[in-house]
């Protein structure tokens, strides 16, 4: 299994002015190694929807690379989402899961299918244009220049190690808010026209 950050470490080197759309505990895993904070939209509080955020922003947006941070039971809560991303074929999102099996932010209860569902098959079978599975970190780090040269949409199903802690035992840590995000997406959206 792979540790969430030192993964992003190795996928902020290829970021380059990419959107990137974190949820719940990618958020605070991303939030550790960002440099361009006014480039993340972080999705909370609405499970499930961040891949159809991700969505919106790579077709309004598509000169610019979108990067989502999905959770695997985010990703549930929403599987037709794929279909949808695969039929509209953004060729600039790079869509991650996080798959560590388990609910983390309600207390770790496990996924359905977990240990059974293949995340990287489904996003084949719905249509997007490449998927990849990695389980160790320095596979990935050896593809990642592939994975994001690849025209998309793109699909990245990362085993990670879970991150279940309760509330009051995670410091928000830089964590950014979504509406604060919004906002400094919506001036940098007007200062480009």
Avoid at 67 to 72: A, E, K, N, S, V
Avoid at 116 to 124: E, K, N, Q
């Amino acid at each position: 299994m792979i540790d969430q950050v030192e993964m992003m470490r190795a996928i902020e080197r290829f970021r380059g002015d990419a959107m990137v759309v974190p949820v719940f505990r990618a958020n605070g895993a991303w939030a550790k190694v960002t440099n361009n904070v006014k480039r993340d939209i972080p999705v909370g509080g609405a499970m499930g929807k961040a891949s159809s955020v991700a969505l919106g922003l790579a077709l309004s947006q598509p000169d610019t690379k979108v990067i989502l941070f999905d959770g695997d039971g985010s990703l549930l809560m929403n599987l037709g989402s794929l279909v949808t991303i695969a039929n509209k074929g953004p060729k600039n999102l790079v869509h991650f899961v996080m798959d560590n099996g388990v609910y983390a932010t309600t207390g770790g209860q496990e996924v359905p299918g977990v240990g059974v569902a293949d995340y990287a098959d489904l996003a084949t079978s719905a249509g997007y244009a490449h998927s990849y599975r990695f389980d160790d970190l320095e596979d990935f780090v050896t593809r990642a220049e592939e994975v994001f040269s690849q025209e998309g949409p793109v699909f990245v199903a990362a085993k990670v190690i879970p991150d279940i802690r309760l509330p009051e035992e995670r410091a928000a840590g830089g964590q950014r808010r979504t509406p604060e995000a919004v906002l400094d997406l919506r001036e940098q959206f007007a200062a480009a026209d």
